[in-house]
């Protein structure tokens, strides 16, 4: 394998499964019709594959649900985080998704 084939190879874009699409998508759709949440987001590149999650269209992402490439593992790596901090992390969604799932409700001031 030639030098730039390798590269080629490492620099493909990683995505969400989807069976972990369906999992973060039914999470998802509970909180939009509870009300808590109103958009989100799909990113990826070649080290990881996020969801952004917004209450309000034109804000930022409230959480993010984060896919990472980890190069000295087979498995990948799922966090949970907002803008400031790394809430939950695991090698499995459904325990990153369980935490979410049992989070406090944020309650916002008018």
């Not at 980890?70 to 369980?98: C, G, Q, W, Y």
């Amino acid at each position: 394998m030639t030098k730039l084939s390798h590269l080629q190879k490492s620099q493909k874009p990683f995505y969400f499964s989807r069976k972990e699409l369906a999992v973060i998508l039914s999470t998802y759709s509970t909180k939009v019709s509870n009300g808590d949440w109103r958009d989100y987001a799909l990113d990826n590149s070649s080290e990881a594959a996020s969801f952004s999650i917004y209450r309000h269209a034109h804000e930022t992402p409230v959480l993010v649900i984060e896919k990472r490439r980890l190069r000295t593992a087979s498995m990948p790596l799922f966090l949970l985080h907002d803008r400031h901090k790394i809430i939950s992390k695991s090698n499995s969604l459904e325990k990153v998704i369980n935490y979410l799932n049992n989070m406090p409700k944020l309650v916002y001031s008018r």
